[in-house]
């Protein structure tokens, strides 16, 4: 048994563009589910809508694609009704901290026991590549044609901030990280969030100078900088070298949480 | 077995929904629905159930939904704001057939309008509120008895065909309080679980399909984009499409006889009044002063999907009268099914028709 | 242990080329049906897991298949006795 027993193998390949992050971030959090042994019948995949939300058609157990930025509310509802269920939201950054952002926040504040996985590719990708809540300051998207003048959101500062009890951020390049991650999302208790990195190379890398799949990845991997060094930099008043992507585990921590899955 | 109480409108709902074996409450708190919200939030926990504030009322339909497809027995209250964002949530449980219970204690709009006033200004916003087609159920209480009887009977209609059923009240009746007889125990109809082997999706000749709670082994994909029998989504085959939508529209209109709950006095009368909800109340004063068989009630307690049928039982019938609390919502449904003459009575402001303006409505011929 | 790329899933993306730590995959050159280059192997018999998966009972790197976002690759038993290309390198 594997992971890739988790997929609707007749639904794939998934809609996703050549080179789209999605997919791996499907991978790694199946293979963590698989890891920690989760029942098929016991686990729903929750989602929004967004290309990241496509990801819970893609897999064989019940699961829950709802309407946009909503799907955390679903998700509170379902956990509710039934403690027993192990559920596992996928979300995007637009459809979480955007629309959704009310959801998130109280979502984190009830600390419900729920796994998020968002897929921040800091783009809306499914409408062609609109700047979102995420996308950094003066990146070009197709609604901000001048570069983006907004501040971005820092999705895993604001779930530690609204009281989650597991959050992480990791990158697309990750696999191994991230997936010892979203494990440890599953086992925890409360609401857990991993916020990841992933590429979109068709609306977010091709307007903003990386014209290969590759030069994205490449990206993340160099700029990609542990929760320790930074906090270390910071310290030391040393400067942060432009564009670090903050990685690692940033919260665990076992505060009362809700819908908590009830003694066998 | 029945014993009798003296309740607030808002109380008999929420006793009514536990009766029915209500489960999941999901509300946010707006006037004048909040009795409701605080009965369940009391009474729930002690009975097993569960009772979540929301952060608004989009998390709260959507709670509901989700809950709803655990195979809770699941319900949201709220008045004219609230109802308005719920509206595309709504549109998504009538896409996924989901059983859910939506009551709306009607008050003064649009915006936030009058919160302690009385409205039935969101009945045809219930019917068409979402975008896209699709069909509901949607009933209508006059007295406290009937916020308990109708709000059982709104889960036990949502099971059955799946699809969201509003018990439309308002202030009026949500915040009267009236002597009202409490049976021991009602009906309870639940929803028929799909027969393993049976597509998610594919609905026989009922035109409702068996419903595969979460967490039984179905692994079934539930999406608000169109899907076939299977459930997986395939948005871009107009046959397929059509299909869907047709299928979610006629299983609630084809039973439109069926789901018909109404009142007649007098139809042999030449004049009629047609009402639902407080206005009631007003014409059953009138009927009751007149005392004469020339003027007829048809009181409906269902109004969604709409009982033309019914208009024929009246054959004298030379004028139809419709007082209303919005400008002519359904009065206007009335017109497309008759060929008589439809006196509009709106009225707007929080008051209930007096009945001295209902009987100046009749002229003459009273 | 054989590594298979599932030429109806891969879309082209190249992924698997950067992160493969043994280097195994190549940009592909031809085209296939669906006018998708699929990378090519090279060497594959250096990827550990193709190797040793089985001596281990357990996936020893799989970077290729988790990164794959199109759940292009996978591994098959092998046939006894298949061909294969072996190169000697000094």
Redesign the interface.
Known sequence: MSYFDWFREDRLPTIYCAGCGNGTVINCTLSAIDEVGWKREETVFVSGIGCSSRASGYIAADSLHTTHGRALAFATGVKLANPDLNIVVFTGDGDLAAIGGNHFIHACRRNIDLTVVCMNNQIYGMTGGQGSPTTPRGALSTTTPYGAAEQPFDLAELAIAAGANYVSRWTSYHVKELTKSVRAGLETPGFSMIEVMTQCPTNYGRRNKFKQVADQIEYMKTHAMLRKKYDTLLEKGEPIPEGAIVIGEFARRSRPAMGVRRAA | MTRTEFWQGNIACAEGALAAGCTFFGGYPITPSTEVAEHMAAKLPKRGGTFVQMEDEIGSIAAVIGASWTGARAMTSTSGPGFSLMMENIGFAAMTETPCVIVNIQRGGPSTGQPTMAAAGDMMQCRFGSHGDYSVIALCPASVQEMYELTVKAFNLSERFRVPVFLMADEIVGHMRERIDVPDSVERVDRVPLEKGTLPFSAGKTGVPGFPAFGKGYGVHVTGLTHDERGYPCATSPKLHEELVLRLVRKVEDARHEIADYEIVNPDAEQVFISYGAPARSVGQVLHDLGNENVGHLRLKTVWPFPEGILRKFPDAKEFLVPELNLGQIAREIERYVDQPVKQLPKLGGDLHTPAELKAALGGLK | MKLVIDE??C?????C???CPYRIFKPGKKPNKRGILVPELDRPERCANCRLQKLYGR?LCG?C????????I?WEEERPNERRKVAIEY
Do not use: E, H, W, Y
Request: aromatic content about 0%; glycine content about 4%.
């Open positions: 109806k899933r879309k082209g993306c190249n992924l080329t950067s992160v996936t970077m298949q988790l990164t794959c976002p199109d759940q292009a996978r």
